[in-house]
């Protein structure tokens, strides 16, 4: 289902302080009904804290916030019973069957007992864990205790879902689980606010997102609009020995539209890798190693900061 135009989180000039600390400096986003927006960006960029803002967790500084046409300085407590929370960590009662997380879950919503069973049942199938509905949650493997978290969150049938870093700590396989999940859970029309600083997350599961640094937004729009934005359409990245990289002497600006120095390798942002590759050799530059990849998230955000996203 495609995103509407319809708003249902509206922004302008969102600001959260600690004391002297600036978290989120005045940033501007609207995220639309049925889409999945992103905030990227490192760990201290401000991202969970403007979702906690957005949560009704954190009160605002400053500026304006609209949460499903409510402000949350006044209607918390209405735009709670309207959202889905899945916190950074896995808070689930270990004490407690998979089962019991979701229907105690559900009592703080006021939902009668047969139709939290019912919605519990069903969710549990979503994130293919019924057969898992009588065990205890303390075994369960950490993919297993975040899809658990996502269903808990669906258990109020929820306007808006906010998920806070949703796969950091698990292991590939389970990370590309929990996104099929959250790739279907969009599919239903559900709307998604996902914060990451995995680059190939956003690039899977946003429609739109943000790019943030040091408290601000720095860029906005579709993954393939701030790649075609800020990078080239591939990138060739190259290691050469110390020795090599002090002797260059220019020679790589010669062949590519922008070179990137990075400790451990160089990034020659190209329109054909091979091309590029075929011209270093030409040069008679010795290579430790190269590869030839398409640009990423990653190449924006280190174009846009001057620093790689996973430093």
Known sequence: ???SEEVLVHARGLTKRF???TAVNGIDFDVRVGEAFGFLGPNGAGKTSTMRMIACSSPITGGDLSVIGMDPRSRAAQIKSCIGVVPQLDNLDAELTVRENLLMYARYFDIPGAVARQRADELLEFVQLNERADDQVEPLSGGMKRRLTIARSLINEPELVILDEPTTGLDPQARHLVWERLYRLKQRGATLIITTHYMDEAEQLCDRLVVMDKAEIVAEGSPRDLIERYATREVLEIRVSDAVRAALDGR???????????????????????????????????LESALVRRATLEDVFLRLTGRSLVE
């Open 252 to 286: 790589l600006e010669t062949i590519a539209e922008r070179v990137e120095e990075l400790p451990d390798r160089l990034l020659l942002y190209v329109g054909d890798g091979e091309e590029a590759l075929e011209a270093v050799h030409r040069h008679e530059i010795a």
């Open 1 to 3: 289902m495609p995103p």
């Open 19 to 21: 004391g002297d600390f």
